[in-house]
């Protein structure tokens, strides 16, 4: 499918068309990849979250009386 969008934009779209959407089409692509990997962080902090709630983690924050 993918070869024939392509053949199809670059055979009857005008040139001003095909290079507004390739142009469209990077920027998609920079945004998905920036999306993907806040996701990627994202789940690494969950996972992290995780982790400390299973084991059980006490965090003792005294101040020195």
Do not use: S
């Not at 969008?5 to 779209?13: A, C, D, N, V």
């Amino acid at each position: 499918m993918r070869k024939l969008k392509e053949w199809f934009l670059l055979t009857f779209l005008p040139g001003w068309a095909k290079e507004t959407v390739l142009r469209d089409n990077r920027a998609l692509q920079q945004k998905l990849d920036a999306q993907r990997a806040e996701l990627d962080r994202l789940r690494a902090y969950v996972d992290g979250l995780e982790f400390a709630i299973r084991r059980r983690v006490v965090v003792k924050n005294e101040v020195g009386k």
